[in-house]
């Protein structure tokens, strides 16, 4: 029997198409038990993946992204905390994969994707796109960020502050200056691998049960830095600040206090276009 689509309700379009994209995420390789406990609780037909040393995989991945619509554009910023889990009728598909293989995009089945436990985002539309077509567990948020960009210092670190925030009567973000967590990750000179990850499959739960999974095409490879070695442990850091809300909570049940991360992975859209320095064209003498 063939299943239906889900499907895509006013005023959404699928696919959604991204102008630009810049994102950065942290891995860690954690004990499987309490990672089983939680994405039971949120997906209850997805197992969670296991790899090297019998360790699960969770992930925290901060997107900055474009957009391009009729009526003009518009800039969304969000975080995401995953495990990295597959559907259990499909356990017997998976190849058997070390992280290191896993990051660089070795399973091509794609069945190995993310499952959302909380995503934070600062776009309200943005949210109710995610919750209705691919039912993620959305709601808001604000962002304070330093990036690597072509218009501005050279280097390779990424800063993220992610606060809380609510969304007004009017349906637009109001801010909360309580910060929710930190996330640092300095890359400058370390050698990156291209990673063949996409395309990434995101798993969600939609409120009658049903799993959902949408898969995200990303046009050019992933940058991935393997951070396991004893002197890499302080490059990607995660504070939290509110580690009693639902967010800080499962962070904490699933890391712990001070798992070191066991790579990162960036993308960033290149460039389409620059407007270059200005330079003086010859004038004629004034009188």
């Known amino acids: 029997m063939t299943a ?3 499907p895509v309700p006013e005023p959404f379009q699928l696919p959604f198409h991204y102008g630009a994209l810049h994102q950065v995420g942290i891995d860690w390789l954690v004990d499987p ?8 609780k949120h997906h ?17 991945n901060y997107q900055l992204y474009f957009a391009q619509y009729a009526f003009g554009g518009g800039v969304t910023q ?17 190849p058997r994969l070390t992280y290191a293989q896993y990051a660089q995009g070795w399973d091509q089945t794609k069945l190995l994707g993310i499952a959302r436990l909380h995503v934070v985002c600062d776009n309200p539309f943005a949210i109710r796109a995610g919750k209705e077509l691919y039912a993620e567990p959305k709601y808001p948020g604000w962002f304070e960020v330093g990036l690597p960009s072509l218009n501005g210092p050279a280097g390779e670190t ?3 502050r992610c606060k809380a925030a609510t969304i007004g009567p009017d349906g637009t973000l109001e801010r909360d200056p309580g910060p929710l967590l930190d996330v640092t990750a300095e890359l400058d000179g370390l050698s990156a691998v291209a990673a063949n990850s996409a395309p990434i499959t995101g798993y969600g739960t939609d409120p009658e049960g049903r799993l959902l ?3 995200m095409n990303v046009y050019q490879p992933y940058r991935w830095y393997d951070l396991t070695a004893p002197e890499h442990s302080a490059r990607a850091r995660l504070a939290l600040h509110a580690p009693d809300d639902d967010l800080g909570h499962a962070i904490r049940a699933l890391l712990g206090d001070a798992t070191p991360a066991a ?3 960036t993308y960033q859209s290149p460039p389409v276009a620059a407007h270059n320095r200005p330079y003086y064209l010859p004038t004629r003498p004034r009188p």
């Open 263 to 265: 790579g990162a992975w």
């Open 213 to 215: 999974a949408g898969p």
């Open 33 to 40: 038990d309490p990672v089983r406990e939680v994405l039971a």
């Open 78 to 94: 969000e975080i995401e905390f995953n495990v990295i889990a597959f559907p259990t009728g499909d356990g017997g598909r998976l």
């Open 158 to 160: 990424w800063t993220v």
């Open 4 to 6: 239906a689509l889900p």
């Open 44 to 60: 209850p037909d997805l197992t969670a993946a296991v790899f090297d040393d019998g360790r699960a995989l969770v992930s925290l």
